[in-house]
């Protein structure tokens, strides 16, 4: 399997866990649910998993793994691009 598409499964499983985790365990006005924290650990998932990419292109030099850079790229410039459209 090519690794864009894993990565791309990776970020789709784990928007799937953030809203099945915030229906299970829901948040109030004052508590954030787990849910919520999985949304705001993204970012940070997302640069380490960027950095082990960038470190991997470095020692390949394969341009599947400057393609995963761009999806995680993506995948942060989204996070807070929803950040800014809810606020």
Sequence with gaps: ???????????????SLIFLT???????VCNPGLG????????????????????????????AYLNCLLIHFAVILGFFALLHYNS
């Design 36 to 63: 919520m924290l999985l949304f705001f650990i993204t970012p940070f998932v997302a640069i380490i998993l960027s950095a082990v990419a960038l470190f991997f292109y470095y020692m390949h030099r394969e341009r």
């Design 22 to 28: 915030n229906a299970l365990s829901p948040s109030g």
């Design 1 to 15: 399997m090519r690794k864009e598409f894993k990565v791309s499964l990776f970020y789709i499983g784990y928007v």
